[in-house]
Structures are given as structure tokens and as C-alpha cells.
């Protein structure tokens, strides 16, 4: 069965530095999309990924939160929630676009452009291993453990 191509991008992040997900061939990685820093479903989701980042560092994988705000919006969420992992910062919607991550949504009523809650499992040899749409927070970062473990 063929892996779906693997977008690459080169964005800013948390701690001053750009990530590239094609830098990390060799080592897995996962890539959760969110909406919005500071928003309760979202800190939710980066505490539950903080709480097991030590169990995915201990197989030899990354985690990377990113969403369309700012890498200053990024890093006070990051101190305030102390996420050891880097925030990556979408402020132009590259690699929303790229992983197809926008989608109309209905708030209070209206119609909004916003990201839809989603999850990338990056193989150590630099295939998509695994999509998650549509993310339910509770549970998942553990259910994405669990499927790591497996690779």
C-alpha cells in the first residue's frame, strides 16, 4: 500500500530556531495541528501530549504542537502550560495547506475558517505512518502513544 507524500516545511517555532520536519529522517515524529493557543481543548490536548512527552523521548520520537498563532502567543502558552516540546507557528498557513488541516467551521452560528483538530505520525524513514482527523481530546495522545509503540 503506498504511504501518502510526506508535506515538508520550514517554519518558525518556539526557542528562537525553524523546524523541518524532513530534518528529523530517522527519528519519528508526531505533528498535532490545533486551533488556538490558550483555548481549553487545546490546552488540554498539549498537557496530555506534555504528561507522555518523556514516554515518546524514551522511544526516540518528537513532538511538535502547531497551529496559525504567533511564535510570541506560542512561547507564552508554552511557558504558562510548560510543554517541553516546541510550538510550531503557521502564521501564513503553509503547512495547514500542505496537510489539509483548514476546514469551514460552524461558532456560535457563523461560519469560520479554522483548523481542524488533526494529528501526523511521521515514520523514522520519512513516510506518513498514520492520520488522525477530526481529533477528540481526550485520550488521544495516549492512543497516539500507543500506536508509536507499535512501529
Not at 55 to 75: M, P, T, Y
Request: aromatic share 12%; with cysteine; charged share 25%.
Amino acid at each position: 500500500m503506498d504511504q501518502p507524500a510526506l508535506p515538508d516545511f520550514d517554519l518558525p517555532a518556539t526557542g528562537g530556531g525553524n523546524v523541518r520536519i524532513s530534518d528529523f529522517k530517522g527519528r519519528g515524529v508526531v505533528l498535532y495541528f490545533y486551533p488556538k493557543d490558550n483555548t481549553p481543548g487545546c490546552t488540554t490536548e498539549g498537557s496530555d501530549f506534555r504528561d507522555l512527552y518523556p514516554l515518546f523521548q524514551a522511544l526516540g520520537w518528537e513532538v511538535f504542537g502547531i497551529s496559525r498563532d504567533s511564535v510570541k502567543s506560542h512561547e507564552a502558552f508554552k511557558a504558562k502550560q510548560g510543554f517541553p516540546f516546541a510550538l510550531i507557528a503557521d502564521t501564513e498557513e503553509l503547512a495547514c495547506a500542505a496537510f489539509g488541516v483548514m476546514k469551514l467551521k460552524n461558532l456560535y452560528g457563523k461560519q469560520v475558517r479554522g483548523i481542524e483538530r488533526s494529528t501526523f505520525v511521521v515514520a523514522p524513514d520519512g513516510t506518513m505512518a498514520r492520520v488522525w482527523r477530526g481529533v477528540k481530546v481526550p485520550g488521544h495522545a495516549q492512543e497516539v502513544l500507543d500506536f508509536v509503540r507499535t512501529l
